[in-house]
């Protein structure tokens, strides 16, 4: 757990990187249109962060050759940009990182792909909520149990599945620090949140069972029973009162 606490001086660096990765977010969803490849997104992306001043976090990190994930439908994340073409309908997690200074920031949205069903509309915004109420349990004293906690039960209650194999993390210099957020769990249990930490909280919710599988790129994850999943991710500073959202516009 080194390093968990930043320092002022770290914090404003991360704030300066959540805030170029925000905007890079914001560019890339309004290029969300039936026709587009998500190889053509993940050109813009890296075009877009280089333009910033900044590096593509995810570029060659662990082998992964792309500036983007581009996780479509049953892709819950880590999908790999391709010639696939958008079509009417589709919904395309967006999960990106940047590193700027020598520090990193981390973020993902879920947008449709021009009309979708009322089931891939309800999932989206079921994602993102419980993104929101996840991190409204963030405060100094509180533990990753109440985050956990307040995901899986919000999710569940709306009918969604909650992924236990991935989570959430912790990030600094590295991409991915201590402590990991699960979505799941119980109120009160598990370490306490420290004014000073700086967290990244991503609910992944499918539209069915909540077990993944390797995805047939042999790098991403998709869903076992092949229904839609989505995800939402900010990067986030734990504060006394509060948690302050570094990647929101």
Not at 25 to 39: A, S
Not at 44 to 72: D, R
Not at 87 to 98: P, R
Not at 162 to 189: A, F, M, S, W
């Amino acid at each position: 757990m080194s390093n968990i606490v930043k320092t002022e001086e770290e914090i404003q660096t991360i704030r300066e990187s959540a805030k170029i990765l925000a905007n890079v977010i914001k560019e890339l969803e309004k290029m969300i249109k039936p026709g587009i490849t998500t190889l053509e997104l993940d050109r813009a992306a890296e075009a877009l962060i280089l333009s910033m001043g900044a590096t593509p976090a995810f570029k060659n990190y662990n082998n992964f050759p792309y500036a983007l994930c581009a996780s479509v439908n049953e892709i819950v994340v880590h999908g790999y940009p391709s010639n696939y073409v958008l079509k009417e309908g589709d919904i395309i997690g967006l999960d990106l990182g940047v590193l700027y200074k020598g520090y990193y920031s981390d973020s993902a949205v879920t947008v449709a792909v021009g009309k979708v069903s009322y089931e891939a509309k309800k999932l989206i915004d079921t994602t993102k909520k419980a993104l929101e109420i996840g991190i409204k349990q963030v405060k100094a004293g509180n533990t990753l149990g109440d985050i956990g906690s307040a995901i899986q039960k919000y999710a569940e209650g709306k009918g969604f599945g909650v992924v236990r194999d991935l989570c959430g993390h912790g990030i600094g210099k590295d991409l991915h620090e201590d402590p990991q957020i699960l979505n799941y769990g119980k109120k009160g249990t598990g370490p306490k949140l420290v004014e000073g930490m700086v967290i990244c909280i991503e609910p992944m919710l499918t539209a069915g069972d909540w077990k993944i599988k390797k995805a047939k790129d042999g790098y991403g994850f998709a869903t076992k029973d092949n229904s839609l999943s989505a995800h939402f991710e900010h990067t986030i500073v734990v504060a006394k009162k509060g948690a302050e959202i570094l990647t929101k516009i």
